[in-house]
């Protein structure tokens, strides 16, 4: 369990760091995450083959067909996600990427019949708040209005990708993470074709930080992320899943220097606790009936 544990947070802080690699790297949005998601998927196939693990897929057909969806919205999310970093900032794009999972939870009721409680309702009332008082300062200029756009469908695409996913339930593990990362590839890379062809100039200073990117935040940190939360609690996994954002958010302050007023701050605590509150409610109710980790 400890060990799974520091895996975990090992890959949270390794996805925390995406937006500060991508800073220095110059290729468009698009190329950075055809590098991402290209190099994340040689790597995973690789560590699959190594650990001799066995394809399941091909007896759940419509399983996946709803990977190969949550794939292509993965993809998606990723492209404007990295979109949203070069317009409006690594924190801002982080925080309005993390508004997924709560457009899950406002759907759930809808798509997995699950009830939308008071704890739920508050925390997505605080998350509302949050957006508007960070985006209050973010309106000013065209390029933020397609920056707020971007990190909009970036949350928008990881509620598809978690929607669709949630419904293969028995494709799991690095078979899952690998899968659905070939798709995400795949549709990059049609985007890429249509968009500019295979025509990419990479710089030498490019090289490092797009290695850095596909090998160790995609590959390993996706192997470290699904090898370690089929070991812990499901109250573990969700809300300490929210150290990614937060890590984000720190790391480019810190490292990027990006500053943030007194009421993007506020907007940000709102949009973590009121996600973690959602979280933490629906992480316990399923723990204190039973329900197996995965």
């Not at 925080?95 to 309702?121: N, R, S």
């Not at 890429?192 to 390993?220: C, E, R, S």
Request: glycine letters at 8%; a positive charge.
């Amino acid at each position: 369990m400890r060990k799974a544990y520091f895996k975990y947070i090992i890959a949270l802080l390794l996805f925390g760091t995406n937006g500060v690699v991508a800073s220095n790297i110059s290729l468009s949005s698009y190329e950075i995450v055809f590098f991402r998601t290209m190099i994340g998927s040689l790597l995973l196939m690789l560590i699959f083959v190594l650990t001799k693990g066995k394809f399941t897929f091909v007896r759940k057909k419509r399983q996946f067909l709803s990977l190969a969806v949550s794939g292509i919205a993965l993809g998606a999310s990723w492209i404007f996600l990295y979109e949203a970093y070069q317009q409006i900032g690594v924190s801002f794009a982080s925080l309005a990427y993390y508004c997924g999972p709560v457009i899950v939870m406002v759907l759930a009721p809808l798509l997995f019949q699950e009830h939308l409680t008071v704890t739920k309702g508050i925390g997505f009332s605080a998350v509302l708040i949050g957006i508007f008082l960070i985006n209050s300062h973010l309106t000013e200029s065209a390029a933020n209005q397609w920056g707020l756009f971007c990190g909009a469908m970036s949350a928008i695409m990881y509620a598809v990708m978690v929607i669709f996913n949630k419904k293969a339930k028995e494709i799991t593990g690095l078979e899952n993470s690998m899968l659905q990362l070939i798709f995400s590839f795949l549709t990059v890379a049609v985007f890429l074709i249509y968009k500019q062809g295979f025509h990419i100039h990479i710089a030498a200073m490019d090289v490092m930080p797009v290695l850095v990117l596909g090998i160790l935040n995609t590959g390993i940190g996706c192997y470290l992320y699904f090898s370690s939360i089929g070991k812990l609690t499901v109250q573990t996994v969700a809300i300490c899943g929210y150290l990614e954002p937060l890590s984000a958010v720190v790391f480019s302050v810190l490292l990027l220097k990006e500053g943030m007023s007194f009421t993007q701050v506020v907007g940000a605590a709102l949009i973590l606790g009121g996600a973690i509150l959602g979280e933490l409610f629906t992480a316990f109710h399923v723990y204190f009936k039973r329900v197996p980790t995965y």
